[in-house]
């Protein structure tokens, strides 16, 4: 086979040695612009887990490569003048300049060519080759010129950073946080050989220019930074190599390959470097496009066997990255954190890294994080949280006025679709009794409207009719007799999403027949072919003001602990939330303020109705999910709201607003939102959205992201998962008497 790679990196020489390997009978030339020791930038990092990969794919090149790394174990974060230290990270660094010699001296040995000092311009000379890779980096030029078939997009970060280096031997991966005058700036430094380090300097865009960085040479670059980080480099001079400053550019591709031409590497995707891994994905993407030629003897066949299996894996670390970058973007917001535990929302921050995986590397780390953590708790909570040893965060309690929470488990409102005209039934005593039982600290009920017409379906719950009270009486009265979890009433009025079918029959479906009258705050459809709602006038509003406080007094007399109000997901608060379903003309529509105000007063009037110990939560989307809606700084505005209003705790949910909503789903995919009202508001959070794993529960609430776990369908798989939870941490919570047998049961599967 005639293989010419347009570009010399790690992706290009890489891909050479292993199909050479493979098949010394193949012709590969690679075109490489740049002499080798004249590459920018000075190390890169690999993890032990690279490494494995590297090793396996060819011992030769991983064995030259380990002779040169420098290999430490240790985290340092420097913060508000201390520094806290991790252990147990496993990482090497290596020189790229001592990388791409080692890739380019195997790669001649094995017989491919390698033509230094030729700049590609023109592909056309090359394409009559069986397979041209485009290995040619970020701004890579093979891609742009087949860009119609790649369809390639680049997000342009904007925090700045300069790869600068330096001879300070630093013993740890090493995070600086440092103000001046002008704003925070971050270093990332480690050693990558002996007496050489990597010290990437990064900094927010006002922050840069504010410094007059935009105008600075690398020369004025050096002195500035040399200046600010004076005592952090103990005398050592800091070295530039092609030391611009840029914005980081993600770059992503919607095919990686168009007839005989594949990209690989940076071409086809980059991953912020605080991540790390964007070498380690270019060599990874070599070893799997050499495996599926290896294995297809038809090249059509292996380049899509190679993009099916490496794709899913980038497109992982690609989302782990994103939010690292993001973390690093917005690292002013974290600056109030005690510095422990700032510095596990640091380590924790790509979501890859848990409080488990963090307590296998550090354990005395891990244990001080949740020692710092239940003492927290305990004042938070006015009670006694055991400290030696301490409970994982997840069973540490909270209070919200006077309801005290055993835990931070919170079982998330989920219809049921199974009453009839609004009176809950023994599935709802079931289904409600058995999650409490199963250990939550606090249970919510469906979403449970306040009038007739306001509910979602014909099958949905009420609060409504004088008969409600009892049959949500019975419930609690289970609830608080035989478990130790708290109950809530979600409240809400479905808006213009009412009169629709059950979630398994035609979700958000208007009724096959018996539709009732809807109304919203504009008269806008769900779908084009759904009812249109009704504008509500200063009747409508009054009277579901009204409804919702008499709903607040019946939740009172049925002995709720805590209500939500239902203002997320489109219904009829959030229709005047969000400006896609709020188009009103009047004082309540227009500024976000004039849309909250509605909201805000039925808040009011269900403040007023509803005893001051007891808390109230509002369920928010922070987002729509939709060009034109709303975006996550609303929400801190919406949070700040309703926070000076009396709000206890916000549910942040997001997304449902509108039927062509384009949500970006993942594990804790709207855990950000909540991080960010809780730090940016100032108030206390509960996070949902695909939560279902104990350390992941443990990782938010010791990181600072939330206050409370929302689980959902975690607890229809699992009733009993705070109870599972709470075995598998070592922190057993008491069967009921009436199971007492399971304390010595030991379960196989
Ligand atoms: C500040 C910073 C820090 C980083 N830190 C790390 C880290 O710690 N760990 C890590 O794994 N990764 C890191 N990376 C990322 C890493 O450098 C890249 O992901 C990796 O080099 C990608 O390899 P590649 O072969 O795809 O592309 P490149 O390494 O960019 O190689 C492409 C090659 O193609 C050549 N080329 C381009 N166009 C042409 C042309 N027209 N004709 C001929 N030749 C051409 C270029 O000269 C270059 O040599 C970092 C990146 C940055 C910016
Ligand atoms: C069957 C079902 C019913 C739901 N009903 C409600 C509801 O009544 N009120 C509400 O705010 N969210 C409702 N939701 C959304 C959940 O509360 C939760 O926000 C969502 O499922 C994401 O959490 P998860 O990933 O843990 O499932 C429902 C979800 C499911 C699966």
């Not at 075109?31 to 590459?39: A, S």
């Not at 086809?268 to 380690?280: C, L």
């Not at 099916?308 to 994103?322: G, T, Y």
């Not at 199963?438 to 979602?456: K, W, Y």
């Amino acid at each position: 086979m005639r293989i010419v790679s347009i570009g010399g990196g790690p992706a290009g020489l890489y891909f050479a040695i292993l199909m050479k390997k493979a098949d010394p009978a193949h012709d590969i030339t690679v075109l490489e612009r740049n002499r080798l020791d004249d590459t920018f930038g000075f190390g890169v990092v690999f993890s032990e887990a690279t490494q494995e990969n590297l090793e396996k794919a060819d011992p030769e090149t991983f064995d030259a490569m380990a002779r040169q790394s420098a290999r430490w174990d240790d985290i340092d974060i420097h913060y508000h003048g201390g520094v806290i230290s991790s252990t147990g990270h496993g990482f090497s660094g290596l020189s790229r300049r001592a990388m791409l010699e080692i890739l380019a001296r195997r790669a001649l040995a094995l017989g491919v060519t390698i033509e230094i000092g030729t700049d590609v311009q023109d592909l056309n000379p090359y394409l009559d080759a069986n397979l041209v890779l485009a290995a040619d980096g970020a701004n890579s030029i093979v891609r742009e010129r087949f860009a119609e078939h790649f369809r390639p997009s680049i997000d342009w970060r904007p925090n700045r950073f300069v790869w600068l280096g330096t001879t300070r031997p630093f013993p740890a991966f090493t995070f600086y946080f440092k103000r001046d005058r002008y704003g925070l700036w971050r270093v990332h430094a480690y050693q990558y050989e002996r007496g050489h380090s990597t010290f990437i300097v990064e900094a927010r865009e006002a922050t840069w220019r504010a410094a007059c960085l935009d105008r600075a040479t690398e020369h004025e670059t050096i002195a500035f930074c040399e200046e600010l980080f004076a005592e952090e480099l103990e005398g050592h001079r800091l070295q530039q190599n092609r030391s611009i400053w840029r914005g980081f550019g993600t770059v992503k591709n919607e095919r990686w390959h168009h007839r005989n031409v594949v990209l690989l590497g940076d071409a086809a995707h980059t991953a912020h470097f605080s991540v790390g891994s964007g070498t380690k994905l270019a060599m990874e993407d070599a070893i799997v496009l050499a495996r599926a030629i290896g294995q297809h003897p038809d090249l059509p066949e292996a380049l899509v066997a190679y993009e099916a299996e490496q794709r899913p894996a980038v497109e992982s670390l690609q989302r782990a990255a994103q939010v690292s970058l993001e973390y690093f973007e917005n690292t002013e917001r974290y600056m109030q954190l005690e510095p422990v535990q700032f510095a596990f929302n640091l380590l924790t921050r790509s979501l890859r890294i848990t409080h488990d995986n963090l307590k296998v590397r550090d354990p005395g780390f891990v244990a001080g994080v949740d020692r710092w953590f239940a003492g927290q708790a305990a004042t938070q909570a006015q009670t006694a949280v055991p400290l030696d040893p301490p409970p994982p965060p997840l069973f540490t309690p909270f209070r919200l006025r006077e309801l005290l929470l055993e835990n931070r488990a919170v079982v998330s409102p989920m219809c049921q679709y199974s009453a009839d005209d609004g009176t809950p039934n023994d599935w709802h005593l079931v289904h409600l009794g058995t999650r409490a039982i199963g250990g939550a600290g606090l249970v919510f009920t469906e979403m449970t409207d306040v009038t007739r017409e306001g509910r979602i379906s014909p099958g949905c719950t009420g609060m409504y009719k004088p008969e409600h009270v009892a049959a949500w009486q019975r419930i609690v009265d289970f609830v608080h007799t035989h478990s130790r979890a708290a109950i809530g009433l979600q409240l809400g009025h479905a808006g213009r999403k009412a009169s629709t079918q059950f979630l398994w029959q035609a979700d958000n479906e208007p009724l096959p027949d018996g539709n009732w009258p809807i109304m919203a705050a504009s008269p806008i459809p769900y779908y084009p072919h759904s009812q249109i709602p009704k504008e509500m006038d200063r009747q409508d509003m009054a009277e579901v003001r009204n409804a919702f406080a008499r709903a607040a007094r019946m939740a009172e007399d049925a002995g709720f602990d805590i209500l939500e109000l239902h203002f997320a997901h489109g219904y009829l608060l959030a229709s005047f939330i969000s400006p896609l379903t709020n188009q009103r003309r009047d004082e309540y529509g227009g500024a976000l303020a004039n849309r909250m105000r509605f909201p805000l007063e039925v808040f009011d009037a269900v403040r007023v109705a509803w005893p001051a110990a007891k808390p109230i939560s509002v369920r928010i989307s922070a987002v729509d999910w939709a060009p034109g809606g709303l975006e996550s700084p609303d929400a801190v505005e919406v949070a700040c709201a309703l926070r000076a209003h009396g709000c206890d705790i916000l549910d942040v949910s997001a997304g449902q607003t509108v039927a062509d909503q384009r949500p970006v789903y993942g594990r804790l995919f709207q855990t950000p939102f909540a991080d960010r009202i809780r730090h940016e508001a100032g108030m206390p959070v509960m996070t949902v959205g695909n939560i279902s794993s104990y350390t992941d529960v443990n990782t938010i609430l010791a990181a600072g992201r939330a206050d409370l776990c929302v689980l959902a369908r975690a607890h229809l798989w699992d009733p009993y998962w705070t109870r599972h939870a709470a075995r598998e941490l070592g922190w057993p919570v008491p069967w009921p008497d009436q199971y007492e047998t399971l304390d010595a049961y030991k379960p196989r599967f």
